[in-house]
């Protein structure tokens, strides 16, 4: 058709074409965008769930010591070797010092205490920072709740004595974090997700740890944090070497270590509490530490208390993608095949069970699908039966701000993707329940 114009409509002509080209373009990459993550219920394609209770070799598990001997180990095996990977066994000797000791914090309410706990010999090797609260009017040590922090220890209270952390940290202009240092602005800026008066007030300690301290929140080939005192040289990486959540899950275990010569804390009653991807390492410290009390995955979603054989919001491809660091690199053979991954998150829970194991969602977190948290523990629920637990027996999930407490628990709150004084309140009550 250009062949009969004149050179000037030929051109004309062929911008127009080529504006056409463009607008099309750009309207078919906005759909696949609408189109790349489903939040319609009614458009979750059918999914088949790995069954919890037969073994890979066909045993039937009927009994909590099969689950115990035989079925527990190779699921962990299964989640090290395709989610999460593994790090070396290995102890590796913890030295620790007290940074600081504050006893009338809050108030005068809490014993505050900054240790710091040290994974090689020389200081200036990997390390992280415990901030420990504990009640000051306890007559024995106490149960507590352990979990990272996204901000830094200084940003959990807005106290200048809180050591700012010098670990690497996401840039975030909303507290002056432009060159991935903390700063000064930064202080409290994590106070509204943490209840500490409360937890103190309530007769538990609570200690916190900036997550970056273990490994910082970047993919940078393996190397920075805990990592560099395993994977030494260059050689490539193994598929089921752990990634960032398989450190921090480590890092948790190696608090508790600390904990467990800690006279203001009864460490065989701690709960592991962790929010969106600190659930995920909540979940996955849970099952592969049987030393933690109670599991509580806060809106922890795709790879957390979410199936991710259920597409709604996150999917594999997409967290792999965000986030290559987060899981192994076996991980990613899933991504647009969830249906051929061998496990899924009910087992993850499952792992954490017969101990008392929270789930909660947020009604606007739709990222991370609240229902599929829900299911993810309702599936779960086989493996508490057989220690005669009491689980949900409905797959309908419980309607917004109805917390449903038994051995394991739910709720959905209202508002977004966040951690809030109504989220602890649950924990707390079910804490009452389980850990005193
Ligand atoms: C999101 C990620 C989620 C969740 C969240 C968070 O960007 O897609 O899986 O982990 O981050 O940790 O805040």
Known sequence: MFGMMNPQSRIRSGLVFAVCLLLLNFRSSLMLHAEEFNYDESKVPPYTLPDLLKCEDGTVVDSADVWNTK??????????????????????????????????????????????????????????????????????????????????????????RIHLTDSWMRNNKDIGIEDNKATEASRGSEASRWAVSTIINRGYGLVTIYYGDVDPDVDDGFKNGIHSLFEKGDSPRAGDAGGSISAWAWGLSRALDVLESDKAIDARKVAVFGHSRLGKTSLWAGATDQRFAMVIANESGCGGAALDKRIFGETVSRINTSFPHWFCINHRKYNNHEAAMPVDNHM???????????????????????????????????????????????????????????????????GKHDVTDYDWEQYLKFADTHLR
């Open 348 to 414: 993850l829970i499952a792992l954490s069970g017969p101990r008392p194991v929270y789930v909660a969602s947020a009604q606007e977190d739709t990222w991370a699908d609240p229902y599929g948290e829900y299911l993810g523990l309702y599936h779960a629920g086989p493996v508490f039966k057989l220690f005669g637990k009491s689980v949900f027996e409905s797959d309908k999930m419980p309607a917004v701000d109805t917390p449903m407490q038994v051995d394991v628990a739910y709720h959905m709150r209202t």
């Open 71 to 160: 079925r527990r180990p190779e699921l962990l095996q299964m989640f090290e070797e395709h989610v999460f990977g593994t790090l070396p066994a290995g102890k590796i000797p913890l030295r620790t010092r007290v940074r600081s000791s504050v006893p009338d914090a809050l108030d005068g309410k809490a014993l505050r205490r900054e240790v710091t706990v040290f994974f090689a010999d020389d200081d200036n090797g990997p390390h992280m920072d415990l901030l420990i609260y504990t009640p000051v009017n306890a007559t024995k040590p106490v149960p507590a709740f352990l979990g990272y922090n996204f901000n830094g220890n200084h940003a959990v209270e807005k106290d200048p």
